[in-house]
């Protein structure tokens, strides 16, 4: 059962990558969204439950392990073309701003670092409750979105389409499933 006592929650906690997720859709051809996501990542969380507004977060994201179902468009997006791999290996986000929207609902805004690039990210979080598992960890989950332009982080590459418009849309979703465990 799902403790909804948010005081009770206050505390650090560090992000459990195989049991989550972060993700993205992007439109390509003008016509379809491919959908990806990074393999490898940490991150942890300091919850504060009885004032939302001084929680924090941190993330960590490995750019060699994105993945998108196509190891010849995965070869690309870590190239020079993209996210130049060897000069830029890690993706990270720091939470600056904390606030709650009411409910469930929360946003957390923060720098996030692309190529070297920092730029201010909001993102929408649904908070979906916290549970002991059955290995005694105290567990919160949150589900997030965001949108950001990827040419504002320097990610510029494209070609032109016969029929009008472009290959890759320049406007990114951002999709996260967390699921954190309370440090001991």
Not at 67 to 92: C, Q, Y
Not at 101 to 108: F, P, W
């Amino acid at each position: 059962m799902a403790n909804t006592d948010l005081t009770a929650l206050t505390g650090d906690y560090t992000i459990d990558a195989s049991h989550s997720t972060i993700g993205f859709t992007v439109r390509h051809a003008m016509v379809t969204n491919v959908k990806g996501k990074f393999d490898e990542f940490s991150g942890s969380l300091h919850l504060d439950g009885t004032d939302p507004t001084a929680s924090t977060a941190t993330l960590d994201i490995k750019m060699d392990s994105i993945d998108t179902g196509s190891a010849d468009r995965d070869g690309h997006l870590k190239s020079a073309d993209f996210f130049k791999i060897e000069e830029f290996p890690t993706m990270t986000f720091r939470s600056t701003k904390a606030e709650s929207l009411g409910g469930e609902d929360y946003r957390i805004t923060g720098d996030l670092t692309v190529l070297g690039t920092t730029k201010p990210l909001s993102i929408d979080l649904e908070f979906n409750g916290s549970a002991k598992d059955p290995f005694g960890n105290e567990r919160v989950g949150f589900e997030g979105k965001a949108e950001i332009l990827r040419s504002e982080w320097g990610l510029t590459w494209n070609a032109a389409l016969e029929t009008g418009g472009v290959l890759v849309s320049d406007k990114i979703k951002l999709h996260f499933d967390i699921s954190a465990i309370k440090n001991a």
